[in-house]
């Protein structure tokens, strides 16, 4: 049984969703779909070797304002905010792919490395 009262309507409450008991509030909805296509899209649009070098270029921990000067007319739209938001999400992606292809070097090194030692063992 419901017995939420309507509140009166003015020209300040005209706009306000009336207050629900904690128990009937409807659930939340995930958008973190939307909110990934808002930021992350601008920088992930740009061609393969402009990422390229905008990665080497926070590898060499340049400034941001440097990297979109020296980005030039391919940075035409990105912020300071939307570099953060790329080195929290495209770039840690990059990151992470490049140690795992160091690793697989080191492994691929230290496996030849052992059948050089071990000669022609059958």
């Known amino acids: ?5 309507t509140p009166p309507t003015n020209s300040n409450t005209a706009l306000a969703a009336p207050a629900l008991p904690l128990e009937e509030a409807p659930p939340q ?3 973190h779909q939307q909110s990934t296509t808002d930021h992350q899209p601008t920088i992930a649009r740009l061609p393969k070797p402009t990422r390229d070098m905008l990665n080497v270029m926070l590898d060499d921990r340049l400034p941001y304002h440097v990297i979109l000067d020296e980005l030039g007319e391919a940075a035409q739209g990105l912020t300071a905010s939307g570099l953060a938001q790329w080195v ?3 770039y840690a992606d ?3 792919e490049r140690q795992t292809i ?3 070097k080191t492994q691929s090194e230290f496996a030849a490395d052992l059948l050089r030692e071990l000669g022609n063992v059958e």
Request: charge should be negative; hydrophobic fraction near 30%; glycine fraction near 6%.
């Open 29 to 31: 909805r995930a958008t």
């Open 102 to 104: 160091e690793d697989v």
């Open 94 to 96: 990059y990151l992470k």
């Open 88 to 90: 929290q999400a495209g």
């Open 1 to 5: 049984m419901n017995t939420t009262e």
